[in-house]
Every structure is written in C-alpha cells, then in structure tokens.
C-alpha cells in the first residue's frame, strides 16, 4: 500500500468515525425529542379531559342559571361560571405551550 493510499485510508477512517460521531448525537437527540413528544401529548390528553369537564360543568351551571329565578343564586352562578371560565383559559394556555 502506497503512502497516498495510506493518507486517504487514514482520512476515510476519521470521517467514518465523525459520521458515527454525529449518528449518535442525533440518535440522542431523537431518543429526547420523543420522549418530550409523548410527555406533551400526555400533557395535552390531561388538559382536554380537563377542558371537558369544564365544559360539562359549564353546561349545568347555565342550565342551573336558567332554572334559578334568585338573583343571589344568579350571582353566585356567575361568580362559578366565572371561576370556571378562568381554569378553561388556564388549560387552553397549557394547551398552546
């Protein structure tokens, strides 16, 4: 084997080597990202369970606040409406991080 051989035998075992250099890192990088991946979506199926009791709960208490004639009950109805509203809004940010 002559030297050139030699040189780019050298320089072809060094960038095999940095392709299985870089192989790994993105093997890695992969294994990270579907972790997160299935962590999120976790995160995700939560907070639409979430939003949908809610919503159920929104649904009684605006039948609860068509059946009451009181004006305390309808104010304390629109109080946990209210209540309620804010922790839908909580979940939609989850949902948009």
Known sequence: MTEDQKRLLAVFEVRV?????L????????NELTTT????????????????????KCDNMLTARVVSVNEGEMKSARMRLS???????????LLNE
């Open 17 to 21: 080597r940095d392709l299985m250099e």
């Open 23 to 30: 192989c790994d890192k993105q093997n890695h990088k992969i």
């Open 37 to 56: 991946l299935v962590r999120k979506e976790s995160e995700l199926k939560q907070a639409m369970n979430t939003i949908q009791e809610l919503s159920t």
């Open 83 to 93: 209540k309620l509203v804010r922790e839908v809004d909580k979940c939609i940010a």
